[in-house]
């Protein structure tokens, strides 16, 4: 049976492990990752500019709003790899189609509102805005 996700990036014993390596100047990000960002930085997707804040998390190894704390620059090649992949089910429109409705009928508890509540209640802890 084929897969219905596709899975990419660290696991979650590796990412204090990686942080610490960040933090210790250690990490050398893979070349498609700094090659993107200058992309991005270009002006491809907006004005020059407009994207540094963003661009500026990514980078350095500490500080505030720096060191890519979300490990971006960690799983990006693993992302790279992963989404050739999916390019390759993608061809099988068949199968693609198989999966998408299998995944979808399946995904029962799991989805995005459910999922937000819960990260709101049990990590944010912040209440609901009520939009009349």
């Known amino acids: 049976r084929r897969s219905l996700f596709f899975l990419f990036g660290i696991t979650e014993d ?5 942080r610490e390596e960040r933090a210790a100047g250690k990490f050398v ?6 090659d993107t960002i200058e992309y ?3 002006g491809a997707f907006g004005k020059k500019g407009e994207f540094e804040e963003l661009l500026g998390s990514l980078e350095g190894n500490s500080g505030f709003g720096q060191g890519d704390y979300f490990l971006v620059g960690k799983d990006f090649q693993s992302y ?7 390019d390759e089910a ?4 068949e199968g693609w189609t ?6 979808t009928a399946t995904s029962g508890k799991f989805n ?3 999922t937000i509540d819960q990260y709101a209640k049990e990590i944010w802890d912040i209440k609901p805005c009520v939009v009349p």
């Open 14 to 18: 590796e990412v204090e492990p990686a």
């Open 80 to 86: 790279i790899e992963c989404q050739d992949e999916v």
């Open 90 to 93: 993608y061809r099988n429109q």
């Open 112 to 114: 995005s509102d459910r």
């Open 29 to 34: 990000a893979p070349k498609t990752f700094l």
């Open 40 to 42: 991005v930085r270009s």
């Open 98 to 103: 198989e999966s998408s409705i299998l995944s």
